[in-house]
């Protein structure tokens, strides 16, 4: 089986699927941050719509669209971005420290969850014989193979449905498992913060309002040096180590 076989869905329809299962990625995180926010005593989120599916009321300019874009057609080996921050109130939470933590935690967190429903569902994809694991030596989920030679593929490419779902579902998988990495990461304005701001003595709080403040420049810096692929690149193995150690216990190869 050559590459030319592996993707059969045009570079256009390939871009659009990314592009929807990132923005969905990034709104379900959002909305996971509003959510705990409410459950834990801060109607901020619900008061100003932010618990909405609708996708216009999440969209950053840049975060949901131009990065994501470019990222997409300069073929990076992972797409991520964001959506508009869920405005959040610390002092109308229970414990405003420790359920601040909480509230960090639920967007990475239905992220991974995303991710693991997108791989137990191509394996039942693959149960259903409409996947095979076929020898390449190329990629997968887009990215170089670390662990087997190894790729999940249609074994109809002639069903242009199940092709679509296929890429979406490996789409979904990489993005989320990027993402709730990605986020982890301990600067400002990224949730990783608000998880050391938690833990951290009261004491140290007032330094850390100078993290704050050097935020964004440090999250271009990270960016622009590529040092992202090294934070983000074990959730991209994790996430090929279970779909491949899920189809060898299933018997897909």
Known sequence: M???QLNLLPNGAQIALSLTALLLSVILHEIAHGWVALLRGDYTAKSAGRLSLNPL?????IGSVLLPLLLVLS???AVFGWAKPVPVNPANLYRPRQDDRLVALAGPATNLLLGLAAIVILLLLGLGSKLILAPERGVILGLPLLLQPTILVSSFPGDVFLQVLVQFLKDMVLINFVLALFNLIPIPPLDGFHVVWSVLPERLLPKLQSVWQLGW???LVLIYTGATDFIIRPGLVAAQWLLLR???WIGLF
Do not use: E, I, N, Q
């Open 2 to 4: 050559d590459g030319s």
């Open 217 to 219: 420049l440090l999250f």
């Open 75 to 77: 073929h990076s080996p």
């Open 57 to 61: 009321v999440h969209l950053d300019p």
């Open 246 to 248: 899920g189809a060898a």
